[in-house]
């Protein structure tokens, strides 16, 4: 973790704890600026749709900021130092992922989703509280890095027993809820991958045979999580969620280059991934049907089928332009079931255009660089893996599921994070921010100001 | 650790730059082509999405819009859509549009860049003006005394108004309503199947899509082509026609449905329609007088739009003399539609100037303002003015005292001509009754209508006097409802 020139420093003089400014004024400002801009958002649509302010317009701000309220006071309670710009960006994503979701609800008045959106991002909040005021210190989750990992296996493992819904085995059924446990395992599993790798990086890094200008270290060290990442992805692919497995190797193969050093790993990551990805794609006609549709994805046009939900949300980015069509005037509803999950993005990217679009990339940037950060500024390795997994995650979510809306990369099924319809999605992303609050807490209240923060 | 840590950052940073590098490709390089996609059912939404601009008789709109809440949300409907069928034609949400409705699409719809506060307003904005209104030149009582004439006969009514070429009236009998083809249903496509197999044929537009052989009435073109050659100089003059007349290099005889017709002069031959007469004269004008006096007319343009296409009227210029002789009492293989008639009668009544004959009279904003004019109509010098004054003469007469009496009206100068044009294989068909004129109040300077009906199926009477008494009780009511103005 450290450079020798560090620990020569440190030991000359001894560190002097510096604290940062703790901003939380900052946060509750920018935490009202994000509701408001919901508000607007919510206003906005109805006024698009029948010339008034919506009724529910003033509750949904309500709602929304005394949620927002009660995170900011568990933060200011148990996490003073956190970074300012975590909260505020979790607000503003869930608001705007309410407005779109409320905005289509209104071209399905029979199959509503934004109520249910709003009880599962209560549910989120309320998860985010707990963390916060419970995990006194996210070391200790360090401890439980094997029952974490055993739960991931478990969740993962779990929808076989259900059955497939659009052609995945990813959801359990609950009392006429649906859960996507791979959801809440990816946060398990990067607690287990940066725990493993804090504690093992050492014995990986400098271990083990040399073969060309690749350190492999022994199967002793490696084999335990390669073990458990061939596992689930192997349940994946049984379950065919394909968006998900290609998003634990992604994980996988991060922390462990950040964990070794070692760009060699990154080589063997890419060409495992392209191994297994033209395997995949030959032999399982799902996959198969998928890279079809994103090579050609105008090949059912041309078939007379009419378009499919690819074409449709090119369509529908393609018809929002720069400046968009305005939020409620748009007609992404033409992309068919997935509008309000999967293909979320094209809503935003027709009624917001291109100028919302980047505005939502770079709020997920923002999340995504003050994950990073977090991790810089911490001292122990546990913690650092741990923002940089978690970042990384989202980083990948965002990339594996725009890029597949927008036809950069073939469409693998996932939800946008904190925008799509899907409560163990927003569950989860608000599990993700309440780590990364507690990790930049613990960061930059024992700043020592020679790392760059 | 940090090191990588930073390298792994700029993976990140990557990734997402990546995704608005793609989104700025889609959304802005390629959106044209994904705009204009045929599956892309954006444009058809937006068109639908808003109400359709209306088609205005005087003040009132004939046409409206019906919210139907569903994806292409507003429907046409139609008030009185059989009377004006022919005219504004349908607007339909699987079959497309035609005649008014197609003609003035852009305004109606609003796609229109002239309806857009500023130029390229629209393009900017990526929505559609207002559907703005098409305001016809059609006179309501006109139209409906047309419609009411036929009676749900076959045939068709054109008027116009000939100092201006604003057409009045324009009927098609029988008809349809152009709202049951409005939406995208079931209901629609069952009707288009029905309209389209009804051996009446309803939606064929038969004042200006239908051409029928004129028959006597062509004799207004031939009796102007004679004065104008000098053929004939004195309207009182015997013509030196024989009765029967054999067209020449043939032993086929030519006779009359009337006594009196042996060396007839043009007044009475006009008067009592000599079949005999009119042959001769026009084998005397000669086939470049009597072609270039039926195109100065209009026949053998295909170019006339009012602003919708009309089927062109033929007078076919490669004609021997017996055929010239056939061609010229408008038998053979002349054709006119009934439009075409009217203009024929108009430029008579306008003094021998020709006006080309309009429909749409402007076109505005939905808030009603005028966008466009109804624009320059051409005119033409058809024959002489003293030709033109000789011809009112002859077909006034032809009301006074000739086959036309029924198309007399108390009060106002009137003049006509009939016709009845046989067809079918050796004419075994029932004739098709025809009649002409032009009506010119007491108190007023000039004609103020000209009209042409035909009625296919005429009754029974053969001869000159179903075109006197099928469609000049017609064309009597139509004239008189403008006069009443």
Sequence with gaps: MTKAGTTVAAAQAPAAVVRLPRRRGIELTLIVLAVLLSVYGYCAVGIARTGTVPPGAAGYGAGLGVLALWAHLAVRLRAPYADPLLLPIGVLLNGLGLVLIYRLDLETPNNRAAPAQL?????????????????????????????????????????????????????????????????????????????????????????????????????????????????????????????????????????????????????????????????????????????EDWLHPFATIDAGRGPNQLAQSLFSFAAGGVLGTGLGRGHSVLIGFAVKSDFILATAGEELGLAGLAAIVLLYALLVERGYRAGLALREPFGRLLAVGLASLLALQVFVIAGGVTGLIPLTGMAMPFLAQGGSSVVTNWAIVALLIQVSDSARSQYDGREAP | MARYIRHACAFCALLLAALLVNAARVQVVQSRLYDANPANRRATIARYGQPRGDILVGDEPVTGSTDTGEPLRFERSYRDGPLYAPVTGFASQTYGTTFLEHAGDGVLSGSDPMLSPLPLWNDVTGRLAPGGNVVTTLNRSAQEAAFRGLAGRKGAVAAIEPATGRILALVSSPSYDPGQLSGNGEAVSSAWERLNHDPEKPMLNRAVRQTYPPGSTFKVVTAAAALDAGVVTDLDEPTDSPDPYRLPGTTTRLTNESDGCYDASLRMAFEWSCNTVFAKLGVDVGVPGMVGMAQAFGFNDTGVRIPFGVAPSTFDPRVDRAQLALSSIGQYNTRATPLQMAMVAAAVANGGLLRSPYLVERTTRHTGETVAGSGLHPVRQVMNPSTAVRLKELMADVVREGTGTRAAIPGALVGGKTGTAQHGVGNSGVPYAWFVSWAQAENALEPQVAVAVVVEDASADRGEISGGGDAAPIARDVMRAVLAR
């Design chain 1, 119 to 291: 009880v599962w991002s209560t549910l989120g909040v309320a998860l985010f509280i707990v963390v916060v005021l419970l995990l006194r210190d996210h070391r200790v989750l360090q401890r439980y890095a094997y029952v974490c990992v055993a739960a991931a296996l478990v969740l993962l493992a779990v929808p076989i027993l259900f059955p497939a819904v659009n052609g995945a085995r990813i959801w359990i059924r609950v009392a006429g809820f649906s859960i996507q446990p791979g959801e809440f395992a990816k946060v398990l599993l990067a607690v287990f991958f940066a725990a493993y790798l804090a504690a093992n990086r050492n014995a990986l890094a400098y271990t083990g045979r040399r073969l060309w200008r690749l350190q492999f270290p022994t199967w002793r060290v490696l084999g335990p999580i390669v073990t458990i990442w061939l596992l689930s992805v192997g349940v994946l692919v049984l379950e065919r969620d394909l968006g998900t497995s290609l998003l634990f190797f992604g994980l996988f193969v991060v922390l462990l280059y950040v964990a070794t050093g070692r760009t060699g790993w990154i080589l063997v990551g890419l060409s495992l991934a392209v191994l297994g990805a033209v395997a995949v794609g030959r032999l399982e006609p799902h996959v198969n049907q998928r890279i």
